[in-house]
């Protein structure tokens, strides 16, 4: 027998398959990012300073027990309803702010017996040690969605556009810094500032 | 001298490309690697709770702390919900110094903006949550998210 060679497989496209292997694993694995809300602690304060009286009309009062009912300003409620009586009690606008000037973009009741001005308004939670950490999240997010509600409003009256998608915005250009975006982000949030307290749950 | 230059007709060789793909494929298993994301596996039940108003998280200046039960095969941890920070279970007292340890590790640039993630199983109680803020609070890292599921619309 004549002794022949096998032909050479042509390995040229080899690199090409790879290639596209490569590619389609760059495009389609997409990492994960994970969401949730963002919070700022207070920072410790070991000064002897007497706290400012803040009057009671200014503070809504939540309260979470063991059994995960919502008491709100003394009033057993429901969570669906929270969002609103939080807003209402934001956007009530009754009196005047620090600066003595009332509230111009407030659309609330001004009643007497609720908050002066956004500025003053303090949103005060309290739960108990025992209570889920699935209420505790519900509960401040609807209370971060009244919030954002409001400045969502807001932002429609000033800017003509929404509140969410100039916070893309300023996410996506966060390399080219785009001062007049962040000036209008910074008079929303001053607008319907987050004054959102929680008290340490008791020792029990 | 006729001996070495039998070969030789004056034309260059292919350059043989026949490792091309080993150098490509070597590229492929390197980011199908990289880009699996690192996570510490868990000890613990974590079922996150869901929320609608979210933020997106920047994962470069962020560290994770997990709380819940422990798991089916960690039962001998017991039944109280526990902190676990990388790969370990961890008291409340450890967090300060694991938190700022974290910190440290991070470049300069991004030290100020550090983040806590909290993943916290939505069965657990608050009060070990108020626990590990106030721990924070000591430490000074005071950007916490709640890390949550997005809630789908109903």
Redesign the interface.
């Known amino acids: 027998m004549a002794k022949r060679a096998a032909p050479e497989v042509n390995a040229g496209s080899m690199a090409d398959i790879a290639f596209l292997l490569l590619i389609f694993f760059l495009v389609t694995t997409t990492i994960e990012k994970d969401k949730g809300l963002l919070r700022s602690l207070p920072p410790i304060d070991d000064s002897e300073v007497e706290p400012p009286i803040i009057k009671e009309k200014n503070i809504f009062t939540v309260l979470i027990n063991r059994n995960n009912q919502l008491l709100v300003e003394d009033e057993e409620m429901k969570l669906t309803n929270l969002k609103e009586a939080a807003i209402d009690f934001l956007d009530n606008g009754g009196g005047t702010n620090a600066a003595g000037e009332s509230c111009t973009y407030c659309k609330g009741d001004r009643s007497e017996s609720s908050s002066d001005h956004p500025d003053k308004a303090i949103i005060s939670m309290k739960h108990d040690r025992e209570t889920s950490y699935e209420k505790y999240i519900e509960v401040q997010n609807e209370l971060v969605a009244a919030y954002n509600y409001l400045r969502e409003r807001e932002a429609q009256r000033l800017f003509n556009r929404s509140y969410q998608s100039m916070l893309e915005e300023k996410e996506k250009n966060q390399f080219s810094k785009d001062e007049k975006l962040n000036d209008q982000i910074e008079r929303i949030k001053d607008l319907y500032p987050m004054k959102l307290s929680e008290a340490e749950p008791d020792k029990s | 001298m006729s001996k070495f230059r039998k070969k030789g007709k004056g034309e260059l060789p292919a350059i043989s490309?026949?490792s091309?793909?080993d150098i490509?494929?070597m590229?492929?298993f390197f980011?199908?690697v990289a880009?699996v994301?690192r996570d510490s596996s868990l000890m613990i039940e974590n079922v996150l709770?869901?929320?609608?108003?979210?933020?997106?998280?920047k994962?470069d200046r962020?560290m994770f702390i997990y709380a819940g039960k422990p798991s089916e095969s960690f039962k001998r941890f017991g039944q109280e919900a526990r902190i676990q920070i990388n790969d370990a279970f961890v008291g409340v007292e450890d967090i300060q110094s694991a938190v700022l340890q974290a910190q440290s590790e991070l470049i300069e640039e991004l030290q100020p903006k550090f983040?806590v993630?909290?993943k916290?199983?939505?069965?657990?109680?608050?009060?070990l949550?108020?626990d590990i803020?106030?721990e924070?609070?000591?430490a000074?890292a005071?950007?916490?998210?709640?890390?949550?599921n997005?809630?789908v619309e109903e």
């Not at chain 2, 916290?120 to 009060?127: F, L």
């Open positions: 490309t026949a091309l793909p490509v494929f590229l492929l980011f199908m880009t994301m709770p869901a929320a609608d108003q979210v933020e997106k998280l994962k962020t983040v993630g909290l916290v199983d939505k069965k657990t109680n608050a009060g949550v108020s803020k106030q924070l609070r000591e000074n005071l950007k916490i998210m709640y890390i949550t997005t809630k």
